[in-house]
């Protein structure tokens, strides 16, 4: 199960990027104006052995494609879930991928002969979106909402990520904002995150209806007007509209991109984001002139932001 695409470019230089998801593992090569010009993606695997099987071979079979034969590797990027240490390349736990105390970094390192980079796939992610849909530009701000299994966001600014002293910029699914029958316990030890409504695993908490994907699902079931369904839908856009005015009135980005598995539910997605947005703006006319509704947009599903974002944090790091 072997996915690939091709481009032709004139420049030599080349960076990869990998993005190692719970599902699947996706690298790319790219140039030095962070043009794509080849990509691969396999099923990751589970644990220590496959992760890196995986990994190792998608890089050497990019590496080995004929449009890219011979040409110089400034380095390999590398996002993947779960708390890095972006100095030392260690990944101290990811959960969805079966590591924990991994010297990621220095093992990449030591089987490729590349440098290596890590990152937290959100935070690349964030810088993917940037400028692969900022018509790569270099400066302005933005964030990224991923809306995955869990709820997080990445923030770039004039081009760089932005990570904050502890590298916890971002984790906003941990703020207690609900109340009520949802004010309930969290993984992260608090009582009601945001997370437990807004996000693929509080959707599935609240929904169990038919199908691989609760939350396909649960919008079907809402278009029928099942009432529980639109109970839970309702909840889910108000949560992930108040992160977005989270990151509206902490970070004030010019563009909020929505990404994450969730955002292939498309325009009844944002539709719904946008009008909990303008509900909140009808009772504020400062949240009405933040016109928040207008900055927030979709990442097309497929877009390979993860694995360029991990290349070009590698580069700048």
Request: charged share 15%; glycine share 16%; net charge negative.
């Amino acid at each position: 199960m072997t996915s690939s695409t091709t481009v032709r470019t004139g420049t030599r230089t080349i960076r990869l990027g990998a993005d190692i998801g719970g599902t699947k593992t996706e690298v790319v090569a790219i140039d030095d104006h962070n043009n794509v010009l080849h990509t691969l993606r396999r099923p990751t695997g589970f644990g220590k052995d496959q992760v890196l099987g995986t990994l190792f071979g998608l890089v050497r079979d990019v590496l080995g494609a004929e449009t890219l034969l011979d040409r110089p590797v400034a380095g390999l990027g590398i996002g993947i879930p779960g708390i890095v240490d972006t100095d030392s390349g260690t990944v101290a736990n990811a959960v969805n991928v079966g590591l924990k105390d991994l010297a990621l970094g220095s093992v990449v390192t030591s089987a490729l002969g590349l440098p290596v980079s890590v990152e937290n796939d959100v935070n690349a992610a964030a810088v993917g979106a940037h400028h692969l849909l900022g018509a790569g530009q270099a400066t302005g701000t933005s964030a990224y909402l991923n809306l995955g299994t869990g709820l997080a966001a990445g923030f770039v600014s004039n081009g760089q990520l932005v990570r904050g002293a502890s590298g916890a910029a971002g984790e906003i699914g941990h703020l207690p904002l609900l109340s009520g029958d949802l004010d309930t316990a969290c993984p992260c030890g608090q009582t009601g995150c945001l997370e437990l409504v807004a996000s693929g695993s509080g959707l599935a908490r609240q929904w169990s209806g038919s199908g691989p994907w609760p939350a396909a699902s649960l919008f079907d079931a809402a278009l029928d007007g099942d009432p529980l369904a639109l109970d839970v839908q309702q909840r889910f856009f108000a949560g992930v509209a108040a992160a977005v005015r989270v990151l509206g009135l902490t970070f004030d980005p010019g563009v909020i991109y929505i990404g994450g598995g969730l955002n292939s539910l498309g325009q009844p997605l944002l539709s719904g984001i946008r009008q909990e947005l303008a509900r909140a703006g009808a009772a504020s006319p400062f949240l009405a002139g933040l016109a928040l509704g207008h900055r927030v947009r979709l990442v097309p599903p497929g877009l390979p932001t993860g694995s360029v974002g991990a290349a070009i944090c590698g580069n700048n790091s």
